[in-house]
Nanobody, 129 residues
Framework: QVQLVESGGGLVQPGGSLRLSCAAS????????IGWFRQAPGKEREGVSC????????YYSDSVKGRFTISRENAKNTVYLQMNSLGPEDTAVYYC??????????????????????WGQGTQVTVYS
């Protein structure tokens, strides 16, 4: 079982950028698809992006496509979420999670939290003006 820790959240003005990190405190990320999710106050948790294991295919929700980039650096056992052109609507707690084994591209494209376990504790991102 992999244990995940997020970092990199903070305060940023509209139009700014942040890079979130998801590191494994225990276990290796190499064999897991990793997803990023977020939950804003009063809203349900939503899938933002995910990256497959192996070939590293990437998937994004429509709300972040073109602004966020997910990547993985297996040598550092870390997955990143580069967030650009941030707006107030991006304010949320961001979580990373490891996908259950054997997820297909079809399932990864959905970025459903039901397909992911081993959640991190979250990191707060606040976009303010």
């Amino acid at each position: 079982q992999v244990q995940l820790v997020e970092s990199g959240g903070g305060l940023v003005q509209p139009g700014g950028s942040l890079r979130l990190s998801c590191a494994a405190s225990e276990g290796s990320l190499d064999y897991y698809a990793i997803g990023w999710f977020r939950q804003a106050p009063g809203k349900e948790r939503e899938g933002v992006s995910c990256i497959s294991s192996g070939d590293g295919n990437t998937y994004y929700s429509d709300s972040v496509k073109g602004r966020f980039t997910i990547s993985r650096e297996n040598a550092k056992n870390t997955v990143y979420l580069q967030m650009n052109s941030l707006g107030p609507e991006d304010t949320a707690v961001y979580y990373c999670a490891a996908g259950w084994p054997g997820l297909s591209a079809r399932r990864l494209r959905v970025i459903s939290q039901a397909d992911f376990g081993s959640w991190g504790q979250g990191t707060q991102v606040t976009v303010y003006s």
